[in-house]
């Protein structure tokens, strides 16, 4: 049985797969758009979202404190088992009941942070490689609501930075990334 979030994780899932299998190497040290965070920065902290997502989809307590180098062995083929595993959890009926005891927030919201990071880092690390990424449309336009909800509290925790104006006309996942205080147009200097 599906939910709305694993059915929306399941649409969000292949393009930031697709852009993390195509980071080489020598592109780990590259700058993102998220501030202070280099691709193998942000590869980690995507990887331990993902991995940390799937025990809050069972409502069993995480840990942010710890940060593991993901970035070993074949770890692009990790993270697509990840991902997998993290939709799975995600499939369940009772992720979506409820309070989240780690979070202190509604089940469905939760998994819609998930579904929000799996959606703009994998712009992030397309951007900083040269990668195209054209997420899934029926998530860009999930999320706006989500993350007008969230953005006050995120900016306060350091999490978006302040919000990048955009026309109403851009597309979707433009105005998406304007809430979390990236700019659309950003692109890597060397």
């Known amino acids: 049985m599906a939910t709305e979030t ?3 994780l399941t649409a969000a899932a292949p393009p930031t797969v697709a852009v993390v299998r195509g980071i080489a190497d020598d592109q ?3 700058s993102t758009p998220c ?4 691709v193998r920065d942000l590869l980690n902290h995507l990887f331990q979202v993902v991995v940390n997502f799937q025990d809050l989809a069972v409502k069993r307590a995480v840990t942010w404190a710890e940060k593991p180098d993901h970035l070993t062995d074949d770890w692009r083929s990790r993270f697509e088992v990840e991902v997998d595993r993290l939709i799975v959890a995600w499939t369940d009926p009772a992720s979506s009941e409820g309070v989240s005891p780690g979070m202190g927030m ?3 919201t939760v998994g819609g942070m998930v579904l929000l990071d799996l959606t703009v880092h994998g712009w992030d690390l397309a951007v900083a ?6 997420p899934a449309p029926n998530a860009t336009a999930a999320l706006q609501q989500l993350t007008e909800q969230l953005a006050p509290t995120a900016r306060q925790m350091g999490a978006f930075a302040d919000p990048v104006p955009t026309d ?5 996942l433009d105005r998406l990334l304007g809430l979390t205080g990236r700019d659309p147009r950003w692109s890597a200097v060397d």
């Open 35 to 38: 501030r202070d965070y280099s």
């Open 6 to 8: 694993s059915d929306l």
């Open 129 to 134: 490689t040269g990668q195209p990424y054209a």
């Open 106 to 108: 509604p089940q469905t």
């Open 168 to 172: 109403p006309t851009v597309p979707e």
């Open 28 to 30: 780990l040290h590259l």
